[in-house]
């Protein structure tokens, strides 16, 4: 494959809808993906699982993210527990047609940029090379900046949840709904 292309980005996105997210989630967990606490969690970012994995004879991680508006963005990295420096100083790689095989086993729709796609396909690299920067990013933009900014955004909208909840469920005893 050639070289990965400045224009490339990171992530091809995937989209599902907001109602597939739970079921998307229990496919993660059954196939063995676990929350994590330590990682750089993005605002809107709703689950973070992560498994171990071998691919390409190497042992790697496949971190998957779901945000609230059902994207879902996915990478392999090498592990943080081995190689915690190589970790946060080379390139990550999208993973998502792993993703894609998981939806379309669970029959859950997605839509993707077909385009993006073939050309991430096409023109991504997959040796994982070291790249200093990924360690400026990941400690100024994700540890100082996201990652508290997630935790942030997280927290207010647990509360909106539980307070929609709350009402809810209130609103449903009054009208003697529950339990029917």
């Not at 992530?11 to 994590?36: A, C, Q, T, W």
């Amino acid at each position: 494959m050639a070289g990965k292309s400045k224009k490339l980005p990171n992530h091809v996105p995937i989209n599902i809808d907001s109602n597939d997210i739970d079921k998307f989630n229990e496919v993660l967990h059954n196939r063995g993906y676990r929350s994590i606490f330590l990682q750089i969690i993005k605002p809107r970012q709703i689950i973070g699982r992560v498994k171990p994995i071998i691919r390409n004879d190497k042992s790697i991680e496949h971190h998957v993210r779901v945000f609230v508006d059902g994207t879902i963005t996915s990478e392999y990295e090498l592990p943080r527990v081995d190689q915690m420096w190589a970790h946060i100083t080379t390139v990550s790689y999208s993973s998502h047609e792993q993703v894609i095989e998981f939806l379309e086993e669970a029959n859950i729709d997605y839509t993707v940029d077909e385009e993006l796609r073939k050309r991430y396909n096409e023109e991504a690299i997959d040796d994982y090379p070291v790249d200093y920067m990924e360690f400026v990013y990941w400690f100024f933009a994700g540890v100082l900046f996201w990652t508290p900014l997630g935790y942030i955004w997280r927290f207010f909208y647990n509360i909106k949840n539980r307070n929609h909840k709350s009402i809810s469920i209130d609103e449903k005893s009054k009208l003697g709904t529950i339990g029917k």
